[in-house]
C-alpha cells in the first residue's frame, strides 16, 4: 500500500545538523512532490520544505539557507538536510506527498522528532 | 503572501453536537483550500480538497463550504474520534504552503 515512512531525527546541540529521509513506497514516486511540515510543542503545522515532482526546491523563510531538501528518484526518497539547527527547530518532523500538484497533501508519514538541546 | 486565519481558536463540544469551524484568506483564493485533522502524535489527515471535496475514506458527517475569502468545516454530529485540531491550507501549485493557525475541538 502507499506509504511514507520518516526516519534521522534525534537529539542535536544547537548549531548542529541532522537529515531527515522520507522512504516513500507504494505509489509512482517521481509523479508527486514531497514536503516536510513540522509541529512543535504549543504550536500548530508549519510548512519546512517541498520538492516539486520535477525537483524544484521551496522553503519556508524560517529555514532559507540552512535546510536543503533532495530527492533520490531511483531510491523513492527525499531527504532534508538541516544544518546549523536551533532551539525553534525542534519538532515532530511529517513528511507528506501532494495529490494533484496544488500543496494538496493526501499521504503522510508517522513523523520524526527532532530535540535541540544543549 | 496570503494569510489564513480560523475562528475559534478552541471550540469545547460533546458528542452529538453540531460543530462549525471558520477559515478566513486575507485574499481571495476561489475554492483553492482544503481541510486537515491532526491528532497529538499522529499523521494529519486530509480531510477535504477544493474547498467542499470529501476525501474518498473521511465520514460523510463532514463537509466543507465556501468560495473566495470565508470557508467553514462543519461537523453534523461529533464523535468521539472527532476530537482534534483542524487546519485549513491554502491549495497552489505553487509554495509557500501555510496552514492556518489550528481551531481544537475539545471536550
Known amino acids: 500500500q502507499e506509504q511514507l515512512v520518516e526516519s534521522g531525527g534525534g537529539v542535536v546541540q544547537p548549531g548542529g545538523s541532522l537529515r531527515l529521509s522520507c522512504q516513500t513506497s507504494?505509489?509512482?514516486?517521481?509523479?508527486?512532490?514531497v514536503t516536510w511540515v513540522r509541529q512543535s510543542p504549543a504550536k500548530g503545522l508549519e510548512w519546512v520544505a517541498f520538492i516539486q515532482y520535477d525537483g524544484s526546491q521551496f522553503y519556508a523563510d524560517s529555514v532559507k539557507g540552512r535546510f536543503i531538501i533532495t530527492r533520490d528518484n531511483s531510491k523513492n526518497v527525499v531527504f532534508l538536510q538541516m544544518d546549523d539547527l536551533t532551539l525553534e527547530d525542534a519538532a515532530l518532523y511529517f513528511c507528506a506527498r501532494d495529490l494533484l500538484h496544488l500543496g494538496d497533501f493526501s499521504l503522510w508519514g508517522q513523523g520524526t522528532r527532532v530535540t535541540v538541546s544543549s | 503572501e496570503i494569510q489564513l486565519t480560523q475562528s475559534p481558536s478552541f471550540l469545547s463540544a460533546s458528542v452529538g453536537d453540531r460543530v462549525t469551524i471558520t477559515c478566513r484568506a486575507s485574499?481571495?483564493?476561489?475554492?483553492?483550500l482544503a481541510w486537515y485533522q491532526h491528532k497529538p502524535g499522529k499523521a494529519p489527515k486530509f480531510l477535504v480538497h477544493s474547498a467542499s471535496t470529501l476525501q474518498f475514506d473521511v465520514p460523510s458527517r463532514f463537509s466543507g463550504s465556501g468560495s473566495g475569502t470565508e470557508f467553514t468545516l462543519t461537523i453534523s454530529s461529533l464523535e468521539p474520534e472527532d476530537f482534534a485540531t483542524y487546519y485549513c491550507q491554502r491549495l497552489s501549485p505553487y509554495p509557500p504552503y501555510t496552514f492556518g493557525p489550528g481551531t481544537t475541538v475539545d471536550f
Open positions: 507504494g505509489f509512482r514516486f517521481d509523479n508527486h512532490g
Open positions: 485574499q481571495g483564493v476561489g475554492s483553492a
